[in-house]
């Protein structure tokens, strides 16, 4: 679930996306609130005149609190939807550790790799040349929005499933950042399953 929110740009309008998704969708609005669906699943809200319903800091792609949540389940009920959210507020960026590495059944330069992120262990298609197994590395966990408004999703590389991404320090828009290709290889110190970012 992701909230993006920028009164400068577009107005007092919250957009709640929480099923990143694209195509033909349906619109029902009630009071101040849109509910958007597709193919009968409810896949976001606008929330009109949002500074009155919610506190929202920032402009962009804002970070979800059990606050905002609760805020704006009050004022989705409040217009008559009886739709509850239910969202994971647990770190998006987290360290992970690259456990095995394997050659792609089907691309040359894809590897795919099984990545301890502390609670689970994920499989994740990777194509940076310097991934290797024994790394602790940045994971965007699906769910996670990139610097550049990309949402990561579970996807298929290839016909290999991939469940998130391992980032370099350009992806991550860190200062910098080196410009040829490859991850952002972490020292010991972090640990598995930290979050990277706040």
Partial sequence: MNLFYNPQGVGDVAFLQIEPTDGAFEYNKQNDVVEITKEGQVVGYNVFDASKKVNIEGNGHIKLTSEIINALQQAISDAGFNYQLDTD??????????ETKEKHPDADKLSVLNVNVGNDTLQIVC???NVEAGQKVVVAKVGAVMPS???IKDAELRGVASSGMICSMKELNLP???QEKGIMVLSDDYEIGQAFFD
């Fill in 149 to 151: 408004g990309m949402v």
């Fill in 127 to 129: 194509g940076a040349p």
């Fill in 176 to 178: 910098n950042a080196p």
């Fill in 89 to 98: 507020l647990s770190p998006k960026f987290v360290v992970g550790y690259v």
